[in-house]
Each structure stands twice: as structure tokens, then as C-alpha cells.
């Protein structure tokens, strides 16, 4: 069993309906074709260096499909549900909310990061 997020660098006045149709325009493979966003850049190499998504392959990867998805303006990953896979989604909200980024579960239609609304634990901000 697997678990989809995408990553996405929006423009700051973006929507959550903004932040599902980017994602989904994502999902189809069909990357948009110009500067890549700076913030994607980081957060990928330092996600890759935790949790490399090319060979040789670590069979603990949270990985269900690798490499993973990448655009200009996006990160698409299919997580494993195994243990591994919490841990990486932790990491992937860390680095999100570091660079700036939003984060958009499909499986919740659940929106994280606009506006800097990250929860942090315990529920205070």
C-alpha cells in the first residue's frame, strides 16, 4: 500500500483550488517548460540526500516508484505506508516548510503550507 504528496512552489496570493489544478496538471506528466523554481532545486537535493530516489536503490526507500516525479515547479512522490514511509513524510513537511513550499495530499484533498499555516506539535503556532 502507497500514498501519494506533491510538492509545489505557488505564488503566494495561490488557492487551495490553485495549489489541486497545478497538482493536477503535475500528475500528467506534462511539465511546464522554463526557469526551474529555486526552492524545488533545495528541497529535492536535500530530500534526495536523505532519501536518494536513484540507484543503487535502498530497500528501506519510502519509495514506491523512483525516480520520483520532478517539474520545475513541483516534486510528486508515491510513499510507502511502512514505517520508513512516516518518516520520510516528516522530512518532507520539514524541508516544505524550510523552502517555502506547499504540500498537497490528493488521497485527503488536503492542502498544507499556504500562508504558512504548518502546524507545529502540540497544535500551537
Known amino acids: 500500500m ?16 490553485d495549489v489541486r489544478e497545478m497538482a493536477d496538471r503535475c500528475a500528467d506528466r506534462e511539465h511546464r ?5 529555486p526552492r524545488i532545486v533545495s ?3 536535500e530530500l534526495r540526500v536523505r532519501f536518494p530516489d536513484h ?14 516525479n520532478v517539474g520545475i515547479d513541483h516534486v510528486s512522490m508515491n510513499i510507502s505506508y511502512l514505517p520508513r514511509g512516516s518518516e520520510a513524510v516528516d ?19 488536503e492542502v498544507t503550507g499556504l500562508g504558512g499555516d504548518y502546524e507545529v506539535p502540540g497544535g500551537s503556532r
Open 43 to 45: 528541497f529535492y537535493e
Open 91 to 109: 522530512v518532507v513537511l520539514d524541508l516544505a516548510k524550510r523552502h517555502g513550499l506547499v504540500v498537497y495530499d490528493p488521497q485527503g484533498d
Open 55 to 68: 540507484p543503487p536503490y535502498d530497500l528501506a526507500s519510502p519509495w514506491m516508484s523512483a525516480p520520483l
Open 2 to 17: 502507497s500514498f501519494d504528496l506533491v510538492v509545489l512552489a505557488v505564488e503566494p496570493c495561490a488557492t487551495p483550488e
Open 33 to 37: 517548460v522554463g526557469e526551474l523554481d
